[in-house]
């Protein structure tokens, strides 16, 4: 009941399109996030009185850097705890995505239908992605059709890549078209788009040892070098 209550005042604080677009977020997390748009509101606002009350009490000037501190923290808590792990779960999918879908080709090659497929590609590989195909192949034992299943499952996917893989195969189970090519166009395309991300990757790694090089090593360089005229000076 006390919890019933807590939701129900967490409810009428936030307006209903901010609550819709917290769920929303959440759901990009996946079948098995175990936040609530309450439980995140209520973690989210109890984190920032306790920063507050600390700050306030154990720091000079407190009754100011706490306001600020708080604000700040309350402002980007979204970002660091739901838009930097659904980014993050975007990527891996999208790995993943690259042998489950491989695999699930394979299976269609084999001439079965596209239930049979998943069915066997789940069963052959346990991944984040393959859990999220097996969700929807359980719900359809409660009634649900396979295009209905794979539709409802794209509100879980962060990733526009995948999705549009999962928009391909429910529109042919829909209607029973050949999708063995356009598959493996899919595959071939997310593993480029990952050479991609690795070559550009591998090409900031200079940027990076510049920065480092220009904080860390020159200074202490020019120490080493002008330490003893300094102390030379000095003395």
């Known amino acids: ?106 299976s269609l090659q084999t001439g079965r239908n596209l239930g049979e497929a998943l069915n066997v590609t789940t069963s052959s590989i346990d991944s984040e992605l393959s859990r999220e195909f097996k969700e929807a192949l359980r719900e359809t034992k409660y009634g649900k059709s396979l295009s209905e299943s794979l539709a409802d499952m794209q509100k879980y996917i962060p990733s526009d890549n995948i999705n549009n893989i999962i928009l391909t195969l429910t529109e042919a189970n829909m209607y029973g078209s050949s999708i063995i090519d356009t598959m493996y166009e899919q595959v071939d395309y997310l593993r480029e788009k990952r050479k991609m991300e690795v070559k550009s990757a591998i090409a900031k790694i200079p940027t990076k040892i510049s920065v480092i090089s220009v904080f860390f090593f020159i200074p202490l360089l020019l120490l080493i070098i002008l330490g003893p005229v300094l102390l030379k000076y000095l003395g």
Do not use: Q
């Open 1 to 106: 009941m006390l919890k019933k209550k807590g939701n129900l005042f967490l409810r009428n604080l936030f307006n209903k399109k901010r609550l819709k677009k917290i769920d929303d977020k959440i759901c990009l997390l996946g079948v098995s996030s175990k936040y609530t748009a309450e439980s995140f509101l209520f973690i989210k606002i109890i984190t920032s009185v306790v920063i507050f009350l600390i700050i306030f009490m154990e720091f000079r000037y407190g009754y100011i850097l706490a306001i600020v501190i708080s604000i700040v923290y309350y402002s980007l808590f979204d970002k660091f705890v739901l838009d930097n792990k659904i980014k993050e779960r975007s990527k891996k999918l999208d790995n993943e995505g690259i042998y489950f879908f491989e695999v699930l080709t394979l």
